[in-house]
């Protein structure tokens, strides 16, 4: 089992920036692939960035790419996502979910709660 705990959200406005973190716990960090995923309301959760194991190789959906960085320190068991010239549509919960490298939400086995981030106009 991996337990995952994001923080970091909050309310900001556009233009402005956020770090995301994302604690693990459990089971070997550094084994897993990490990914953040987003859900705003009304749609489906969509795939935002994600980072190899070893954090050599990192995908980020078209987006947010120039603007959100993904990373990660296995000393620290820790994910982040560096947010930044947020716009209103990047308004969402997100979500940082360990497993299998890649954009498919299916690949990733273990999921935290989620934290809010609002951007507003």
């Known amino acids: 089992q991996v337990q995952l705990v994001e923080s970091g959200g909050g309310l900001v406005q556009a233009g402005g920036s956020l770090r995301l973190s994302c604690a693990a716990s459990?089971?070997?960090?550094?084994?897993?692939?990490m990914g953040w995923f987003r859900q705003a309301p009304g749609k489906e959760r969509e795939f935002v960035a994600s980072?190899?194991?070893?954090?050599?190789?990192?995908y980020s959906a078209d987006s947010v790419k120039g603007r959100f960085t993904i990373s990660r320190d296995n000393a620290k068991n820790t994910v982040y996502l560096q947010m930044n010239s947020l716009k209103p549509e990047d308004t969402a919960v997100y979500y940082c979910?360990?497993?299998?490298?890649?954009?498919?939400?299916?690949?990733?086995?273990?999921w935290g709660q989620g934290t809010q981030v609002t951007v507003s106009s």
């Open positions: 459990g089971r070997t960090f550094s084994n897993y692939a």
């Open positions: 979910a360990a497993g299998l490298h890649g954009r498919d939400a299916r690949n990733y086995g273990y």
């Open positions: 980072i190899t194991w070893s954090g050599s190789s990192t």
